[in-house]
Structures are given as structure tokens and as C-alpha cells.
T-cell receptor, first 109, second 115 residues
């Protein structure tokens, strides 16, 4: 079967760093993406890794290890507005994207 | 940047009626559009993939006669929920992929409530 595993919830303190892990098992792999979704809103694209290594975009970084079928999203200098759900997603064959169940990030002041 | 719009943003209807949701790519041409459904506190589930000018490809378990998809142009796809029932109440989100790009851009979603 196809699955993406990520923690259901993570709690961190404002200003801190948090890492959200994702492991995947899919029939095809064309890249790992991360999306942010606030309550009541639609997902917004954060990052995309097609090759191994770290991609940095401002306070957010994403890492991929294809040999380990593993990736993570790193959020630095956490702000209250970062409280949201974060989804990892794998582009499977063709155009199909499979989403993980999402990680709810709670940020404490 | 690439912008995708959806209309309406929110709809409440009576059981048995049909509801049409539009998804438009505003500043790019979308060869492929996708329709997702998301129940509260759950992940996005792909319902179907829509290619301009051809029939949509539905995921397993999605009734194609109930969820009619039309991708008539490179900037517009529509999802019609026919004979809606309360269990169809959900957040419906479309996304669009521009020609030659790997990135999908999501619309703002449509919240459907069936009474």
C-alpha cells in the first residue's frame, strides 16, 4: 500500500525550533512536498525536494533522504502565526499527490 | 505567482439538490486540475484528476456519476455534486498544475454543508 507517516501533533515554544518528520512508502516517487494549512483555509505550498539534501527558504527548511524514504520540515524562530497543520506529500506516478495525515503544530507563548 | 480561485467559497443546500463548484486558474493555463475532499481534522483525499478536453480519472471509491467533473478549458474545471446528501458535507479543494510545472497550486476551497 501507499502511506505517509507523520506525527499527529507537535508542541513547541515561540522562538524555538521544531522538526516535523515524514516517512513514506509509495509505489512511485517524484518528490516530497510540504504544505501548511490554517484552520478553515486551503493548503499553501511551502517546499519541494526532489533530490537528497536540505532546501532552505527563510525560516523554513526541508530535508530529503530518498534512500531512507524520509524527510523533515524544520521551522526556526517559531512565531504564533506558525500554528497550523503541516502536511507532507509525495508526488506519485504522473501527477498524483498523496498527502500524509498532517501534523498539528501548537505553539506556546 | 500562480493563483487559483474557487467559487463559491461556501454553500449550504438542501438534501437532494445538486451543487456546482468552479475552479479557475487566474494567471496561468492548467492542463491538469485536481479535486480533493477534506473532512474535519483529516487529510486531503484526492477524488479525481481532470485533464482539459478529456474525461476525468476518478480515484477508487469515488462515484463518478455523483461527482461530475468537467474541464472544458485550460483555466476552468467544475465539480458538480449531484443529489447531495448530508454525508457529502465537506471541504472541497481544487488544485491546478501549469503546463511544464511540477507544482500544484491550491484554490481556497469550498465548504459544502448539506442539510
Amino acid at each position: 500500500g501507499q502511506s505517509l507517516e507523520q506525527p499527529s501533533e507537535v508542541t513547541a515554544v515561540e522562538g524555538a525550533i521544531v522538526q516535523i518528520n515524514c516517512t513514506y512508502q509509495t509505489s512511485g516517487f517524484y518528490g516530497l512536498s510540504w504544505y501548511q494549512q490554517h484552520d478553515g483555509g486551503a493548503p499553501t505550498f511551502l517546499s519541494y525536494n526532489a533530490l537528497d539534501g536540505l532546501e532552505e527558504t527563510g525560516r523554513f527548511s526541508s530535508f530529503l533522504s530518498r534512500s531512507d524514504s524520509y524527510g523533515y520540515l524544520l521551522l526556526q524562530e517559531l512565531q504564533m502565526k506558525d500554528s497550523a497543520s503541516y502536511f507532507c506529500a509525495v508526488r506519485d506516478r504522473g501527477d498524483k499527490i498523496i498527502f500524509g495525515k498532517g501534523t498539528r503544530l501548537h505553539i506556546l507563548p | 505567482g500562480a493563483v487559483v480561485s474557487q467559487h463559491p467559497s461556501r454553500v449550504i443546500c438542501k438534501s437532494g439538490t445538486s451543487v456546482k463548484i468552479e475552479c479557475r486558474s487566474l494567471d496561468f493555463q492548467a492542463t491538469t486540475m485536481f479535486w480533493y475532499r477534506q473532512f474535519p481534522k483529516q487529510s486531503l483525499m484526492l477524488m479525481a484528476t481532470s485533464n482539459e478536453g478529456s474525461k476525468a480519472t476518478y480515484e477508487q471509491g469515488v462515484e463518478k456519476d455523483k461527482f461530475l467533473i468537467n474541464h472544458a478549458s485550460l483555466t476552468l474545471s467544475t465539480l458538480t455534486v449531484t443529489s447531495a446528501h448530508p454525508e457529502d458535507s465537506s471541504f472541497y479543494i481544487c488544485s491546478a498544475r501549469s503546463t511544464g510545472s511540477d507544482t500544484q497550486y491550491f484554490g481556497p476551497g469550498t465548504r459544502l454543508t448539506v442539510l
